[in-house]
């Protein structure tokens, strides 16, 4: 079976034409080696992909005849995904809540100064205590 109908067929692609694309841009590799969409996969190639910033790793156990459904999916293929890249996931999810909300733009004239209130309220207390040191 092809990859890509293979990764569309294990529910990592929600259609062949994005799989074919993944694979055209050099995110998916078949035993290390990067795999063309019509690259043919048996029963124990590893496979490793690169989607939504995560690095998924699986190893084929066998062909599915067609699409399968979502709980059916591990008797086609093991995954051997580090937990770490999930971590990794989270994290970036934690770093982009940090900054400012999507669509918000640059900081507003209030924004700026109630920053820079902030910063000089920051200075009046370390003056104050080396005054009183």
Request: neutral net charge.
């Amino acid at each position: 079976m092809r990859i890509d109908k293979y990764l569309w067929c294990v529910r990592y692609y929600k259609t062949r034409n994005i799989a074919t694309e993944a694979c055209k841009k050099g995110h998916i590799t078949v035993n290390g080696q990067a795999a063309k969409a019509s690259r043919e996969v048996f029963p124990t190639d590893k496979i490793t992909l690169r989607k939504d910033q995560i690095v998924y790793q699986m190893t084929v156990l066998d062909i599915p005849q067609n699409r399968v459904g979502a709980k059916l999916v591990d008797i086609y293929r093991k995954d051997t995904t580090p937990s770490e890249a999930f971590e990794h996931l989270e994290l970036l999810k934690l770093s982009k809540s940090h900054y400012r909300a999507n669509g918000t733009g640059r900081p507003t004239k209030k924004d700026l100064r109630d920053i820079n209130d902030f910063l000089d309220y920051d200075d009046e207390i370390e003056e104050e205590s080396e005054k009183n040191e």
